[in-house]
T-cell receptor, first 114, second 113 residues
């Protein structure tokens, strides 16, 4: 069974600064996908970024980028130029290539301070 | 519809009552998921529907929980004889299939008094 661990229950960052959220996972599979989802107070989970395990290049979406270390089974999210609208819960998630079931971490509550 | 729609947004019920939570997925999406999010926890998989295939019910926590998906579209999650530990946010998601991007609804906050 896969597990996803987010070791930081809460974090804060000053507006315009950079913050990194940590995520580690455990799997015996070689092909899989990793995700970061954002959940604002509206409760709707929004996909922030997606990484395919077979790609060595780290995914980037505007101010969001990941540091994917496959051997270490680490998948951290870096948010640059933090904005007030980035305040939310952030969830790391894993899915095997042949699966349909996402496994989520317990989340990190990020607060952006003006 | 434009997105995944869930109703009601909030539901308060008394212990022992039955509740029905509804999910209307994105038009054309064949896959539909229900997840439960308890306070301070991640998302717990409940059930998965894919097209006309038999659903994967392996995540349902007890036989008080059931779900159906009519006509391959709208899904209803039913909780019978609710208990206080059922209090949580119930999230629905849909996708075009497989492990493609999931689109989530805004969830139903269920409170069992």
């Amino acid at each position: 069974a896969q597990t996803v661990t987010q070791s930081q229950p809460e974090m804060s960052v000053q507006e315009a600064e950079t913050v990194t959220l940590s995520c580690t996972y455990d799997t015996s599979e070689n092909n899989y996908y990793l995700f970061w989802y954002k959940q604002p107070p509206s409760r709707q989970m929004i996909l922030v970024i997606r990484q395919e395990a077979y790609k060595q290049q780290n995914a980037t979406e505007n101010r969001f980028s990941v540091n994917f270390q496959k051997a270490a089974k680490s998948f951290s999210l870096k948010i640059s130029d933090s904005q007030l609208g980035d305040t939310a819960m952030y969830f790391c998630a894993f899915i095997g290539a042949g699966s349909y079931q996402l496994t989520f971490g317990k989340g990190t509550k990020l607060s952006v301070i003006p | 519809g434009a997105g995944v729609s869930q109703s009601p947004s909030n539901k308060v019920t008394e212990k022992g009552k039955d509740v029905e939570l509804k999910c209307d997925p994105i038009s054309g999406h064949t896959a539909l998921y229900w997840y439960r999010q308890s306070l301070g926890q991640g998302l717990e998989f409940l059930i998965y529907f894919q097209g006309n295939s038999a659903p994967d019910k392996s995540g349902l926590p007890s036989d008080r929980f059931s779900a159906e998906r009519t006509g391959g579209s709208v899904s209803t999650l039913t909780i019978q004889r609710t208990q206080q530990e059922d209090s949580a946010v119930y999230l629905c998601a849909s996708s075009s299939g497989g492990n493609e991007k999931l689109f989530f609804g805004s969830g139903t906050q269920l409170s069992v008094l």
